[in-house]
């Protein structure tokens, strides 16, 4: 036979591979395999020439990011048209908000000396109508809503825990989603 032979063995993997695990491991390696038979045309590399860089191309919503030397993707859900590859904007802002929160607050408790062994932070993003706000500018407007739920794992007494859970309103993305931003755009030359 002229075309390339491989196999992939799985130890314990049933020929459905059922698990979700397994069949995530060989769908990797095929991929793997097959990007070499592949003749995919080149594509231009993203230059950042500022903290992030963005690129979507004229079909669906996929969209690359490069962050420094770190290759993301971004894509809206099925549901809205997307093809589901990545994070939506919103999740992305959201998963920022939730970094920083575990980061700030290991570093305070880092100082401070103090056994927080883990952080997790579960959060959700939702836009609710200003009606429901006594802040509403506009009627018909809507606000953001971030719920943040922290877990802290370690030997931490209660004023422990409530202060990192007062910190984590201090760390600096909760503070700019907090304060007023100014964004700028400009057009750039090609």
């Given at each position: 036979?002229?075309?390339?032979?491989?196999?992939?063995?799985?130890?314990?993997?049933?020929?459905?591979?059922?698990?979700?695990?397994?069949?995530?491991?060989?769908?990797?390696?095929?991929?793997?395999?097959?990007?070499?038979?592949?003749?995919?045309?080149?594509?231009?590399?993203?230059?950042?020439?500022?903290?992030?860089?963005?690129?979507l191309?004229?079909?669906?919503?996929?969209?690359?990011?490069?962050?420094?030397?770190?290759?993301?993707?971004?894509?809206?859900?099925?549901?809205?048209?997307?093809?589901?590859?990545?994070?939506?904007?919103?999740?992305?802002?959201?998963?920022?908000?939730?970094?920083?929160?575990?980061?700030?607050?290991?570093?305070?408790?880092?100082?401070?000396?103090?056994?927080?062994?883990?952080?997790?932070?579960?959060?959700d993003h939702?836009?609710?109508?200003?009606?429901?706000?006594?802040?509403?500018?506009?009627?018909?407007?809507?606000?953001?809503?971030?719920?943040?739920?922290?877990?802290?794992?370690?030997?931490?007494?209660?004023?422990?825990?409530l202060?990192?859970?007062?910190?984590?309103?201090?760390?600096?993305?909760?503070?700019?989603?907090?304060?007023?931003?100014?964004?700028?755009?400009?057009l750039?030359?090609?």
């Open positions: 036979a002229r075309h390339p032979k491989s196999f992939i063995s799985l130890d314990g993997a049933d020929h459905l591979l059922s698990d979700k695990a397994d069949s995530q491991y060989a769908g990797e390696m095929i991929a793997a395999w097959a990007n070499r038979y592949l003749d995919l045309p080149a594509k231009a590399e993203l230059d950042v020439e500022r903290q992030v860089a963005v690129r191309g004229s079909q669906g919503y996929t969209t690359e990011i490069m962050v420094r030397r770190h290759g993301l993707t971004a894509d809206e859900p099925e549901s809205v048209g997307g093809n589901d590859y990545g994070p939506s904007p919103y999740e992305l802002v959201t998963a920022g908000l939730g970094a920083c929160t575990a980061m700030t607050l290991h570093m305070y408790a880092r100082r401070k000396n103090w056994d927080l062994r883990e952080v997790t932070v579960q959060l939702e836009k609710n109508h200003a009606s429901d706000s006594e802040h509403a500018e506009k009627p018909d407007s809507k606000i953001d809503h971030f719920n943040r739920i922290l877990y802290l794992r370690g030997e931490l007494d209660e004023t422990q825990r202060r990192l859970l007062e910190i984590a309103n201090k760390c600096p993305v909760h503070r700019t989603l907090h304060n007023p931003v100014e964004i700028h755009t400009n750039g030359e090609e």
